[in-house]
């Protein structure tokens, strides 16, 4: 049997991939440029029996989504820079009170209001230190509508299987762009469910660190399963404490669900980089570009290859530092004033210079920039 | 590896992104191609300009924006001025001839009809003039064919309205084709 194609965009993809992972409930707040999944989430949720709600703005759709979560549903919310900005607190309280989500947000020029409808990758920081706080943070950069759709679905795996909020940051071009996708079938794309709670509700505890590192989370209400959510440091039945040793036991094993599974986690691609003497390391649309450099210099003989980062967070740490012990650089483009150059640079540890091609004009790096960035590498 | 780039330009509201879609939807679902669309446009809802990219490939497609113009729509003088600079030598340049006065330079062919004019009076209505250019498109640069065009087109469009559309995308392609020969 043939499968089902279209010709979508990467905000519709992401709709669709929400669908598939079984998402039921979208609180959101429409900001350009990634509305288009709000108006997909609106169409599509209510027929297969979901919800929809559109919030008073984006800090209400991100408290809908954790309540929603809590109460057992599989939950996203859609936004752009000025809306993740807003959302920073209830994100750490999703962190802390361990609330499985899924956060779409479409760079587009910032800080602030910025530019709307201008591609940038410059939340990819905010998505790790946004809130304050040490806390795991899961960041995925897709660079294709295929992509989007699977990152999606990736990223709802993850934030069930970790408990923790989980954020899929596609830039305007991408999120934009339209392409031929190829639906899976059901089934074909594994969907993680929630770990639910083996014990009867008047033995549940929530952080009950019995179960490991990742403690079942109860449909809050159903069942008779009731218990206390706080953005406080918590004990394991839910309730605040400023007991020492807990509260450093509890911070080191939320921080741990992610640092301890970083293979688990961090996906990338490696593109003729086996024998290559300059790495472009790239993420996003700006990949896209980055594999047409790469390939234009391989024409002209020099020995580039690409290094795609798919994960941001966890950053592809091991990966970067093995590449800086055997290339003579890297050039890094990205639509950011050197961000990801930042993780580079503590990763390279001086071993490897970095060519950085950072733009914020609101115009998509072309390959031959890149190219042009790569032929400087000496 | 071929790749084709295409850009679809003029003001915001004249539908051009709509015409780069189906132009892009012609090529990788029903011609079996690859194919990926992008756009740029202002703030403005409409009026602000406004552009839509299509690359056309056998292959994969990385960069999605244009590199060098093998075909270029400009629908308003702005446009022309603005995006023939990197219009491919032997490339095209389709103009609507009411609105582009001064045809910029350039070692590329120029097409001139007037779409909104023919959407206007010949079709009907104004609204399908991007409909009307999408078949000029088509025409004029042979990356799909007719029958192709036409199925991504009536795929795309409100039923009430596919005889006004297949309409005007036959317009613009009978235009096209007698404009190229003139």
């Known amino acids: ?46 027929k ?25 549903s599989k939950v ?27 956060i779409y947000n479409v760079m587009r020029g910032g800080p602030s209001t910025g530019m709307p409808t201008g591609p940038s990758q410059s939340d990819v920081m905010c998505a790790k230190w946004g809130t304050h ?55 074909e794309i594994e969907v993680t469910p929630r770990k639910a709670p083996t014990v009867p509700p008047e033995q549940y505890k929530p952080y009950d660190t019995s179960f490991g590192d990742v403690p079942p989370l109860a449909a809050f209400g159903s069942g008779g399963y009731k218990f206390h959510v706080t953005g406080l440091n918590k004990m394991q039945d839910g309730f605040p404490t400023t007991k020492a040793e807990i509260v450093q036991a509890e911070e080191e094993r939320q921080v741990r669900k992610v640092d301890a599974n970083v293979d688990d986690i961090v996906q990338f691609e490696e593109y003729l980089l086996a024998d290559a003497e300059v790495a472009v390391v790239a993420y996003g649309s700006t990949s896209r570009s980055a594999r047409y450099a790469v390939n234009a210099a391989r024409e002209q003989g020099i020995k580039a290859g690409m290094f795609r ?8 740490d091991k990966q970067i530092k093995a590449l800086a012990a055997r290339v003579k650089g890297f050039v890094v483009p990205e639509m950011n004033l050197g961000m990801c150059a930042l993780e580079i640079e503590r990763n390279a540890q001086g071993k490897a210079p970095i060519l950085g091609i950072f ?18 590498v000496k | 590896m071929s790749r084709y780039e295409l850009r679809f330009s003029g003001a915001g509201g004249q539908g051009l992104i709509t015409a780069g879609i189906i132009m892009a939807k012609a090529a990788s679902i029903y011609e079996g191609k690859q194919a990926v669309q992008s756009q740029s446009y202002g703030p403005e809802a409409r009026g602000g300009a406004s552009k839509s990219e299509v690359i056309i490939s056998d292959g994969p497609i990385d960069y999605p924006k244009v590199t060098q113009c093998d075909a270029l729509l400009a629908m308003t003088q702005e446009a022309a001025n603005k995006y023939s600079h990197d219009l491919k030598e032997g490339g095209v340049l389709l103009i609507d001839s009411d609105l582009v006065k001064n045809v910029p330079p350039g070692n590329f062919k120029t097409v001139a009809f007037p779409i909104i004019n023919t959407a206007k009076n010949d079709v009907g209505r104004e609204i399908v003039a991007n409909i009307v250019a999408l078949g000029a498109m088509v025409a004029l640069t042979g990356q799909v064919s007719r029958e192709n065009a036409e199925k991504a087109v009536l795929s795309s469009v409100p039923e009430a309205f596919l005889e006004l559309n297949k309409k005007a995308f036959s317009m613009g392609y009978e235009r096209a084709e007698a404009a190229a020969k003139a």
């Not at chain 1, 733009?359 to 400087?376: A, M, T």
Request: proline residues 8%.
């Open chain 1, 309 to 316: 980062i798919k994960t941001f967070w966890p950053f592809p």
């Open chain 1, 133 to 187: 706080g040490d806390h795991p943070a899961i960041c995925l950069t897709p660079a294709s509508v295929q992509e989007t759709y699977e990152e999606v679905i990736r990223a709802f795996n993850l934030s069930e299987k970790y408990r923790t909020p989980v954020m899929v940051m596609p830039d305007e071009i991408v999120a934009h762009m339209r392409e031929r996708i190829v639906f899976p079938e059901p089934g």
């Open chain 1, 1 to 46: 049997m043939s499968k089902k194609v279209a010709f979508l965009q990467g905000n519709e993809a992401a709709a669709q991939g929400a669908l598939y992972a079984g998402c039921n409930f979208f609180g959101g707040y429409p900001i350009t440029p990634s509305t288009e999944v709000a108006e997909v989430m609106s169409i599509e949720l209510p």
């Open chain 1, 48 to 72: 297969v029996g979901g919800k929809f709600i559109q919030m008073e703005d984006e800090i209400g759709a991100m408290a809908a989504i954790l309540g929603a979560a809590l109460a057992g």
């Open chain 1, 359 to 376: 733009r914020v004009d609101g115009e998509p790096i072309n390959p031959d920039q890149i190219l042009e960035k790569i032929k400087e």
């Open chain 1, 76 to 102: 996203m919310t859609s936004t752009s820079g000025p809306g993740l900005s807003l959302k920073q607190e209830l994100i750490g309280y999703g962190c802390i009170a361990e609330i499985p989500c899924v």
